[in-house]
């Protein structure tokens, strides 16, 4: 019995030390990020119109963010630090030939702009993404 007993006791103290770590890490999208969840398509970058449907798309059960910039799909990690604060990280992407030389450009404007998100604010349909590359305005 007393071994039963220490047992537990371990098991507690371990879901106890479990559930204050995560309270020390950043939150995810999945955590207070719901009206960030869904498709969002490209509106304005840097206060112009893209020239092809450029998306984003936030999965807030994963913390994923996907979507297509123009040539390529890409895949990357969204992270929220605050309650106006967004990081966009890990940007990866497919590798194909884009054969319109501004629509490269475009493309590499849109990951860079992605890259260097630092905020994020959400009205009706519009989010807004600002950072040290420019800003994205998308609707749903």
Known sequence: MKLIMNR???FF???LAGISLTACVPESVNNGGSAL???????TMNGAAP???LSLDVNTDDGSVR??????????RAQMTGETQL????????????????MMNTERAYLNALKGVSSYSISG??????GSAGNLVFTK
């Open 8 to 10: 537990l006791k371990q």
């Open 13 to 15: 103290v371990a879901c």
């Open 37 to 43: 969840a869904g498709k969002w398509m490209l509106q």
């Open 51 to 53: 020239k092809a449907p």
């Open 67 to 76: 979507g297509f910039s123009g040539c390529n799909r890409f895949f990357a």
């Open 87 to 102: 990081r966009v990280s890990k940007i990866g992407s497919t590798k194909k030939l884009c054969s319109d030389g501004a």
């Open 125 to 130: 349909n519009k989010l807004s993404l600002s």
